[in-house]
T-cell receptor
Framework: GDSVTQMEGPVTLSEEAFLTINCTYT??????LFWYVQYPGEGLQLLLKATKADDKGSNKGFEATYRKETTSFHLEKGSVQVSDSAVYFC??????????????FGKGTLLTVNP | DVKVTQSSRYLVKRTGEKVFLECVQD?????MFWYRQDPGLGLRLIYFSYDVKMKEKGDIPEGYSVSREKKERFSLILESASTNQTSMYLC????????????FGEGSWLTVV
């Protein structure tokens, strides 16, 4: 079945460090790919997405490129801030009966950024 | 802004009780979802609905049921709560179709004692 594998945390960085969180997927067809972020005590928010191969999603200094050849969607940011401390989830959208789509999530990666 | 509202942020229920978790969205979305979130397991889909009165099982439907009588409202029901259902429950909604963003509520923390 469809699945998402993302690097296990926790990840601890100093402010202004470079961030990479790896994400690979297994899916039939051509899924859309997402990164969601969950700040402490809150629900999930969409961070960025890409809907076809070679697309780059970007938002708030984060970016990720949909790589079909390596089935990957790694999240990167050049200079993290304390406010980026959160749990990050990689997800893919797959067809589930007719024209209905659902999200399958990775297990999440906790990022802590220290001043 | 899209708003997905879950009726209760924190609940404590006893084993064997019937529990209702309510979710309302205000953007006329066709799809609605219930996930549970557990440490080390990420988010797992319990049920989803792509239209009024329609439902489809997700990855972990056992011990749960759902109801969607109106387009904007999607209820998760625990017929007889058990301690292994202690978790964070997240409701979400989206428009139909590939690539559409799924919007989440803030979550409901359920503790079953």
């Amino acid at each position: 079945g469809d699945s998402v594998t993302q690097m296990e945390g926790p990840v601890t960085l100093s402010e202004e460090a470079f961030l990479t969180i790896n994400c690979t997927y297994t899916a039939t067809g051509y899924p859309s790919l997402f990164w969601y972020v969950q700040y402490p005590g809150e629900g999930l928010q969409l961070l960025l997405k890409a809907t076809k191969a070679d697309d780059k999603g970007s938002n708030k200094g984060f970016e990720a490129t949909y790589r079909k050849e390596t089935t990957s969607f790694h999240l990167e940011k050049g200079s993290v801030q304390v406010s980026d401390s959160a749990v990050y989830f990689c997800a893919l959208s797959t067809l589930s009966g007719g024209s209905n789509y659902k999200l399958t999530f990775g297990k999440g990666t906790l990022l802590t950024v220290n001043p | 802004d899209v708003k997905v509202t879950q009726s209760s942020r924190y609940l404590v229920k006893r084993t064997g009780e019937k529990v209702f978790l309510e979710c309302v969205q205000d953007m006329d979305h066709e799809n609605m979802f219930w996930y549970r979130q557990d440490p080390g397991l990420g988010l797992r889909l319990i049920y989803f609905s792509y239209d009024v009165k329609m439902k489809e099982k997700g990855d972990i439907p056992e011990g749960y049921s759902v109801s969607r009588e109106k387009k904007e409202r999607f209820s998760l029901i625990l017929e007889s709560a058990s301690t292994n259902q202690t978790s964070m429950y997240l409701c979400a909604s989206s428009l139909r179709g590939a690539g559409n963003t799924i919007y989440f509520g803030e979550g409901s923390w359920l503790t079953v004692v």
